[in-house]
Nanobody, 123 residues
């Protein structure tokens, strides 16, 4: 059983930056892809970014490409999401998830979600 704990959310002004972290335990972290998803009120959960087991491949939704950066530190069992140039439409609960494979693309079979961290961007 894997446990995922997100942190780093908060309130930020439009144009600002935040860095989310997700600490994993209970599974060999370095063997699996990781991803970040988000869910705004009244909307479905959507893929934001993913990273493969080694960190050598990253994937982004079109809405965040060029503004967000996903990275991982396998020595610390942690995945990060650096968010810059934030917009009001980025406001959501952000979740990290671990894939069932070493891939990080949106169809990598993500499951085992964290509890989420709220990001609110004021305009």
């Amino acid at each position: 059983q894997v446990q995922l704990v997100e942190s780093g959310g908060g309130l930020v002004q439009a144009g600002g930056s935040l860095r989310l972290s997700c600490a994993a335990s209970g599974r060999t972290f370095s063997s699996y892809g990781m991803g970040w998803f988000r869910q705004a009120p009244g909307k479905e959960r959507e893929f934001v970014a993913g990273i493969n087991w080694s960190g050598g491949s990253t994937y982004y939704s079109e809405s965040v490409k060029g503004r967000f950066t996903i990275s991982r530190d396998n020595a610390k069992n942690t995945v990060y999401l650096q968010m810059s140039s934030l917009k009001a439409e980025d406001s959501a609960v952000y979740f990290c998830a671990i894939a069932s494979t070493g891939r990080g693309a949106r169809n990598a079979g993500f499951g085992s979600w964290g509890q989420g961290t709220q990001v609110t961007v004021s305009s």
